[in-house]
């Protein structure tokens, strides 16, 4: 299958990956083809805005999550993790 990948500049690139893929392979091939950290991906679906994740990891197949031949997938980051106690955040007033 073939998906379409943009990322948070709205740089549009694909993926091709096998239909049996897992959301591992899928990062695999972004880490690979786009030489991003695998670690920090985050992978958010277009047709539900749900991430691509569940309790069974990036072990999970991409059809399971609703990916389909063609579908489009938001990529953002997660934060590094550079150990301060500080972290900028938006929270509730109570």
Request: some cysteine; proline content about 3%.
């Amino acid at each position: 299958m073939r998906v379409v990948v943009e990322s948070l500049t709205g740089t549009l690139f694909y993926i091709q990956v096998g239909n049996d893929a897992t959301l591992a392979d899928l990062k695999r091939e972004i880490e690979a083809q786009q030489e991003l950290p695998f670690d920090r991906l985050i992978l958010i679906l277009d047709t539900n805005c749900s991430l691509l994740m569940s309790d069974d990891g990036d072990g999970v197949s991409l059809v399971h999550c609703g990916v389909q031949d063609g579908s489009h997938i938001y990529l953002f980051f997660s934060p590094l993790d550079d150990g301060s106690a500080h972290h900028s955040g938006f929270t509730l007033p109570d």
